[in-house]
């Protein structure tokens, strides 16, 4: 499996709409506190959608599109 990186096209896997270009990848730090400590980081990729608007989005969320 590849790792989604700047520049790829990649698509949601529950919503088909959403399809267009990495623009950012960044770590969301803001996670919950467990029993026996803090969960690890998400990573969180801001996509630059095919009509031009941006929306954010968790990488695991996320998967390739070949075109």
Not at 19 to 35: A, D, F, L
Request: aromatic residues 4%; contains cysteine; hydrophobic residues 40%.
């Amino acid at each position: 499996m590849r790792r989604i990186k700047i520049g790829d096209k990649v698509q949601a896997f529950l919503d088909t709409r959403v399809k267009g270009v990495v623009v950012e990848v960044r770590q969301n730090s803001n996670v919950p506190w467990m029993v026996g400590g803090s969960a690890s980081s998400e990573s969180e990729c801001l996509l630059e959608l095919l009509d031009g608007s941006r929306v954010v989005y968790k990488m695991s969320d996320l998967h390739h599109v070949d075109e």
